[in-house]
């Protein structure tokens, strides 16, 4: 079925086209929610009075989106976030604390879904994103993440590693040659040491050989 877009709709053409899509889609979808009408054999000259229209609409949404661009591009952006003593911050930014902030600053809205951030930020510093405003309209934003709420840095899984470790004992002996402590017994019965794994001597073994 063939539907003139009264909107840009990836991936399937810009405002005034006439194109080609699944009769399914098109009214159940498309149709109702006024992205697009049909087009008919019978209504031809309204829909190219229609198209007209529609180009004419585009051209000046590109324009408008141009000047948003050029807009942002002239603004300083900054994203503060919480982060480490030695910058990493705890998250990373995302594409909808970028719109916010550019919107802060110039006052425009931005689809958060147009921002391309290509590497997960999780540092302070200058980093880069592509906003796709318009199909002919696409330029490259330098923003700066600024850290606050400075803590303590978490330690790594390997840090951790090492200190789990360092509570064993160093020969690596099981906890049952351990050296144990038996617990003082009533006042006046003297306390043994025992080591594990070892039979305590005898009460009853002489203390030297009878001749």
Partial sequence: MKVLLKQDIEP????GEVVEVARGYARNYLVPRGL????TRGGLKDIKEQQRA????????????????????????????????????????????????????????????????DERVRTVGIHHALLKL????????????????????EPGEEEAAEGGAAALPEDGAPEALVEE????????????????????????????ETE
């Fill in 12 to 15: 399937l053409g810009r405002m």
């Fill in 36 to 39: 697009a009408v049909g087009v």
């Fill in 54 to 117: 529609l180009e004419v609409k585009a051209a000046r949404e590109r324009e408008r989106l141009q000047g948003v661009a050029e807009k942002v591009a002239g603004k300083r952006i900054t994203v503060k976030a919480r982060c480490s003593a030695t910058g990493k911050l705890f998250g990373s930014i995302t594409s909808r604390q970028l719109a916010s902030e550019i919107e802060a600053v110039t006052g425009e809205g931005i689809d958060r879904h147009k921002i391309v951030i």
């Fill in 134 to 153: 318009h199909p002919d309209v696409h330029i490259d934003i330098e923003f700066e993440v600024e850290g606050e709420g400075f803590v303590a840095e």
């Fill in 181 to 208: 402590v038996v617990e003082p017994a009533s006042s006046g019965e003297v306390t043994e040491t025992v080591q594990a794994g070892e039979p305590a001597e005898s009460e009853s073994q002489p203390d030297s």
